[in-house]
């Protein structure tokens, strides 16, 4: 077959990755070792053996693993090389373990150009450098055009717990519901960049590994943190959706304190959108016993991840919140008029509206 | 005073007009999500009854269309939609299934966006989906006419448009429909003007006001609903004056009939309506995707107990519909009132009716 030209298939050239790049002959070892070890932090000696031997401290370790995909892949704000690393370590801290190792196995389309390639794999090293973290093993394969959307990354991650484990599933009654800065930065930002609106606010995604700033309050609230919870999809709506109906209790929150930067509510009014309910990256949610609230608080408010922390509302008896109509109802907000009302799960893709 | 006093203070007037039992029906969707997404029924008497009508323009939309969009996405055309269309169900599946099986859908924020998919792929057809009141089509108008004057040949819209007063009257006049009162659209009525809502109050004695989405307008709204109901004085009170003018936008009124002229169409709920859509004008019969594509009879749908035909009408509530909140929820909707973000059952699930 050789000279024969699929016609979906470009040759590879030095501009954009191509199928040869995936098939395992000199094309792919040039890449890796040329595009992605040599950016890459923390290789070491058996970074090309068949598998990386960690040295892990003792004691419990934590464990995650998550798929990246976006389009665009480059945003105001960030790539979907910094999203891959910040999402795994994030999982991770949000157990209250610190990120030690990162696994990264890459999927590529072909014909994305190697340049956008190189800034991907540079801000994947870069993301991972900075949150201290060390990718250990990795995998790149190339498929045809159209059978990927650019690029997909997985990454896995091993961290090492600490002495309290936050769970989804401890929120109780009376804590206080904490958030390290404003909702829906990513989600708006990225929309605005996929659909080229003309939006003149500087609107840049909020990516960023949080966990330098849970641990500060970890070491202010201990226990008294019984949950954390990253607001990725489907935002602050999901999770705290997620956290009700995992710990059997109501949430309420009050919009009139919930971060949202003026210009992220603008655009999602247009679009028929709640900020509530789009994507964040570098956001967590806090439920807090409320004897700990004011230090942990205070701990987040002093990193610059949580300069914009708020105490947004209350969890309570599951029993006496109000049911909705149709939803499950464990989630009211009050409104900026002061009247409250159900915050719902967010249903499916986010679609913008007619008028 | 903040937003949520000067809210209480007027919620304190109505309440203090001693409001006899009435209902109310808000013609747009918006205002029905408005309603619901700001709790605004408790601020209100139990007196008054706030009901949804037939304004959005994705719900009113007929199975036959639904029918003939999904056809023209399976014969190779690129869609070019507003996103609350994609998830409706037709008698062929929805966009979305469609979608998922290979044909092309585009989600649009500007109708114009689909000139430049049409100049990007100049060996595919693709389709506007015109969908939408007397707001919307203006743009969709704009871009009809920009098509013809550069020659676009691989570009055509499915036009499906609406007008709100033939509806309203057709509503008002039908004996099994107990409407106290209409809020009117506020941005239908920046195109069309106060003026048009005129023969309502005349002709049928029900009073009327047009209002804004925040909060304080739609309060604004009732209030002047109730004290005309009280004072036995119907008449059309613009209570959006920072956007409503009596006359409306005629520029904008020209360049819609520059390009479609008023035609009986086809409403889900209420069936075929005299003078009461649009058609492209016969000048711009080539870019009508509805002789451009050869479509097959409409085939017919089973929605089983959903009952939006009766909700769009306001003769009864999302609530009265067995599939509510059971066998139809936004994840997966059977009615095009829950599918829409400005369905009044969406609004009705969401928000806690």
């Given at each position: 077959m050789a000279g024969k030209r699929h016609p979906m298939h470009h040759q590879p050239t030095d501009q954009t990755i191509g199928l040869g790049h995936g098939s395992g002959g000199a094309a792919m070892q040039q890449l890796i070792r040329d595009e992605l070890l040599s950016v890459l932090?923390?290789?070491?000696?058996?970074?090309?053996?068949?598998a990386a031997v960690l040295d892990l401290p003792p004691g419990r370790i934590a464990f995650t693993t998550d798929s990246f995909t976006v389009q665009p892949l480059e945003f105001p704000g960030g790539n979907i090389g910094h999203l891959a690393v910040h999402g795994t370590v994030n999982d991770l801290a949000m157990r209250g373990a610190r990120p030690l190792y990162l696994s990264v196995g890459m999927i590529i389309e072909e014909g994305l150009p190697l340049d956008t390639l190189r800034r991907i794999v540079a801000s994947l090293g870069e993301a991972a450098h900075d949150a201290d973290v060390s990718i250990v093993a990795g995998d790149t394969k190339v498929v045809g055009r159209g059978q990927a959307d650019g690029i997909f990354i997985n990454t896995s991650g091993i961290g090492t717990c600490g002495p309290h484990a936050p769970s989804v599933a401890a929120a109780r009654p009376g804590d206080l519901v904490l958030v390290n800065g404003t909702m829906g930065d990513h989600g708006v930002a990225v929309m605005i960049a996929r659909e080229d609106l003309q939006v003149t606010a500087d609107l840049r995604s909020d990516t960023a590994a949080l966990y330098s700033l849970v641990e500060p309050m970890l070491a202010a609230g201990g226990e008294g943190i019984h949950t954390l919870r990253d607001l990725?999809?489907?935002?602050l709506a999901a999770g705290l959706n997620e956290i009700a109906s995992s710990s059997g209790v109501g949430i309420s929150v009050d919009s009139r304190a919930i971060p949202v930067r003026p210009e992220v509510g603008g655009v999602c009014e247009i679009l028929g959108l709640s900020p509530y309910a789009v994507a964040n990256e570098g956001k967590l949610v806090a439920m807090v016993a409320p004897d700990a609230a004011d230090a942990v608080l205070e701990a987040m408010r002093e990193h610059p991840l949580g300069a914009?922390?708020?105490?947004i509302g209350e969890a309570t008896d599951a029993r006496t919140a109000e049911r909705g109509a149709g939803a499950t109802g464990l989630v009211r907000v009050t409104t900026a008029i002061g009247t409250t009302r159900v915050l719902e799960l967010p249903a499916g893709e986010l679609l913008p509206r007619i008028c | 005073m903040s937003i949520a006093a000067h809210c209480r203070e007027l919620a304190d007037q109505i309440a203090a007009a001693d409001p006899p039992p009435m209902t109310i029906m808000e013609v747009c969707g918006t205002h029905s999500h408005a309603i619901g997404r700001y709790g605004i029924r408790q601020l209100l008497p139990e007196s008054i009854r706030l009901i949804s009508g037939p304004g959005c323009p994705v719900c009113v939309t007929a199975d036959s269309d639904l029918d003939a969009i999904v056809q023209i996405a399976q014969q190779g055309a690129i869609i070019a939609t507003f996103g609350d269309m994609v998830r409706v169900i037709g008698p062929r599946g929805s966009l979305a299934d469609a979608r998922a099986a290979g044909v092309e859908v585009r989600v649009m924020y500007s109708p114009m966006q689909s000139l430049d998919l049409a100049r990007e792929y100049p060996d595919r057809e693709v389709v506007l989906i015109g969908v939408g009141f007397e707001t919307t089509t203006p743009a969709i108008a704009v871009t009809v006419s920009d098509a013809a004057s550069t020659g676009l040949r691989n570009f055509s819209v499915y036009a499906c448009h609406k007008l709100v007063p033939p509806a309203l009257e057709v509503l008002i006049a039908d004996p099994d429909c107990r409407i106290d009162a209409l809020l009117c659209p506020g941005h239908v009525s920046t195109i069309?003007?106060?003026?048009?809502?005129?023969f309502i109050p005349r002709d049928h004695g029900i009073p009327c006001a047009i209002a804004g989405f925040t909060p304080l307008d739609i309060l604004l709204g009732v209030n002047s609903l109730v004290n005309q109901i009280v004072s036995g004085e119907p008449r059309v009170d613009n209570c959006y004056p920072r956007a409503v003018q009596a006359e409306g936008n005629p520029k904008a009124r020209a360049q819609v009939e520059s390009v479609f002229a008023v035609a009986d169409v086809d409403w889900r709920g209420l069936g075929m309506l005299p003078d009461s859509g649009l058609a492209l004008r016969a000048e711009y019969s080539h870019l009508d995707a509805r002789t451009r594509f050869d479509l097959a009879p409409p085939i017919e749908i089973?929605?089983?107990?959903?009952i939006c035909g009766e909700v769009l009408q306001g003769k009864a509530l999302p609530t009265d519909c067995p599939a509510f909140g059971s066998a139809c929820t936004p994840q997966s909707p059977i009615g095009p009132c829950m599918v829409s973000s400005e369905g009044s059952c969406a609004a009705a699930y969401r928000y806690g009716g």
């Open positions: 932090p923390g290789q070491n000696p058996d970074a090309l053996e068949d990725t999809r489907g935002g914009d922390a708020a105490i | 069309i003007g106060a003026n048009a809502y005129e089973d929605r089983g107990p959903c």
